[in-house]
């Protein structure tokens, strides 16, 4: 199995101390597939490459907010294979990124993202490549899941197919006025083949999942909220207004979640992504392992002290 520089670290220093163990063992895990799932990274980075066009672009800003953009605006940001290894690769840039606390999905020119691009789906339908490309995608979407930092899929205009399914791959999921989430696979005679299955379940519940899939049913904010499949509705703000962006109203609604010191943010998420994933006596063992990455650190000791009139 491949492990990105900063799992290679973690495992390393797991080895010398137990504050990392357990979290760099649910870190290993991000990788759902490897080698021994006959999953040859290299080769299908190499035949996804063979299909370009548009691109994935990371924005790291001093907030600790970074926005990912899926840009491919003449395809509606559908996934060319050259954009799938661009996303693997600026997971991998998250994931080595210390003072990291928020992201934000977004699609470029007002839409997110059309799902695969469909000249590249023609051009790899079959079975054995098809099941490379979602094995591909599934380990990049499991990892952005998996990040150490409050993740919101800003969805503007349509998120169809894999678009749906990215915002799965999100903590949270803000839409804006006027936008449609729809798991369109069935019309194509498929489901769901990025994980999106998976965590919509868990997301939603059985039931609702069972309906946006076997409906292909068109999601609206009001829906969406109805549903808990979103987590908030945005108004598109007219120019005139000049009330900011939607995406600056994005990084509005997340900084509630993410103010305060990036290892704090990050240690929140960590015992979150525990607690949901993990067996009960590793969640708890994980918990404490992280508890004591924050225990005592600068933002505890910081506020201990603001409190020292309460002795
Ligand atoms: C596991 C994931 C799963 C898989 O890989 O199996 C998938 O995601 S399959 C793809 C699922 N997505 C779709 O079926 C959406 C297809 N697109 C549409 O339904 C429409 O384009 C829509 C609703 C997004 C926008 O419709 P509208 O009429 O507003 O615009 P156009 O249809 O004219 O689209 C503009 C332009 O974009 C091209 N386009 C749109 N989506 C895709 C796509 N997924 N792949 C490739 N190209 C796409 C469309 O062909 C137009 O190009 P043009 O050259 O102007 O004809």
């Known amino acids: 199995m491949v492990l990105c520089a900063v ?17 760099a063992r649910l870190l290993q895990r991000g990788c759902v597939y490897s080698s021994v799932h006959c999953l040859d990274q290299g080769e299908i980075r190499e ?10 672009d990371l924005l790291k800003q001093e907030s600790g907010i970074a926005v990912l953009t899926i840009n491919y605006p003449s395809r509606m940001n559908a996934f060319s294979g050259s954009m799938m290894v661009d996303l693997e690769e600026r997971v991998s840039q998250l994931e080595s990124w210390i003072d990291c606390k928020g992201l934000i999905v977004q699609g470029a020119s007002g839409t997110f993202c059309s799902g695969s691009d469909l000249s590249a789906v023609r051009a790899i339908s079959n079975p054995q490549d098809g099941m490379k ?8 979407l499991t990892r952005l899941l998996r990040l150490p930092l409050i993740s919101v899929a800003l969805v503007e205009g349509r998120a169809l197919g894999g678009g749906a399914e990215l915002t799965t791959a999100c903590d949270f ?37 069972l309906k946006l899939l076997g409906g292909a049913l068109k999601v609206d904010p009001e829906l969406g909220l109805q549903i808990g499949l979103a987590d908030g509705v945005l108004e598109v703000p007219r120019a005139e207004e000049g009330v900011g962006t939607l995406l600056q109203r994005a990084e509005n609604w997340l900084s509630h979640y993410t103010n305060g010191a990036a290892p704090v943010v990050q240690a929140v998420k960590k015992v979150v992504l525990s607690g949901r994933e993990l067996p009960l006596s590793e969640a708890l063992r994980t918990e404490k392992d992280v508890f004591g990455t924050v225990w005592g650190g600068p933002a505890n000791l910081q506020a201990l002290a603001s409190k020292s009139k309460h002795r």
């Not at 490309?133 to 990049?140: L, V, W």
């Not at 803000?174 to 379940?201: C, D, E, N, T, Y």
């Open 173 to 209: 999921r803000l839409m804006a006025s006027g936008s449609v989430i729809q798991f369109v696979h069935k019309h194509m005679g498929l489901v769901p083949g990025w994980g999106g299955a998976a965590r919509l379940v868990r997301i939603v519940g059985s039931q609702n999942a």
């Open 7 to 23: 799992r290679r670290h973690l495992l390393k220093s797991s080895s010398s101390s137990s504050s990392c163990g357990a979290w």
């Open 133 to 140: 490309m979602c094995m591909f995608m599934q380990n990049a």
């Open 47 to 56: 035949k996804l490459q063979a299909f370009p066009g548009g691109s994935v």
